[in-house]
Nanobody
């Protein structure tokens, strides 16, 4: 059974930082492209960042220079370091796992990030 479990969300002031974690089980983690997506109220889910099994990364323009995605294949965990947070970063953040060329993807349950003073 595949499980993606996110943690690290919470309430933070503008300009602050948070680090999200996503622990995966039930998959051969090292061959999966891991990603973070987010969904704000009333908006569609959007890509935040992805990291491939070769550690190549991709970021949404809105988070470039502020967020960093990384992975630890020994711990089956992907991270999202979020700095200089803004109110518009407020959303539920979801972890995603997919294999290139395979239609099916896996999702975590989401973790809430709220940026507010």
């Amino acid at each position: 059974q595949v499980q993606l479990v996110e943690s690290g969300g919470g309430l933070v002031q503008p300009g602050g930082s948070l680090r999200l974690s996503c622990a995966a089980s039930g998959i051969l983690f090292r061959i999966y492209v891991m990603g973070w997506y987010r969904q704000a109220p009333g908006k569609e889910r959007e890509l935040v960042a992805t990291i491939a099994n070769g550690d190549s990364t991709n970021y949404a323009d809105s988070v470039k220079g502020r967020f960093t995605i990384s992975r630890d294949n020994t711990k089956n965990t992907v991270y999202l370091q979020m700095n200089s947070l803004r109110s518009e970063d407020t959303a539920v953040y979801y972890c995603n796992a997919r294999r290139i060329g395979v239609l099916r993807a896996y999702w975590g349950q989401g973790t809430q990030v709220t940026v507010s003073s």
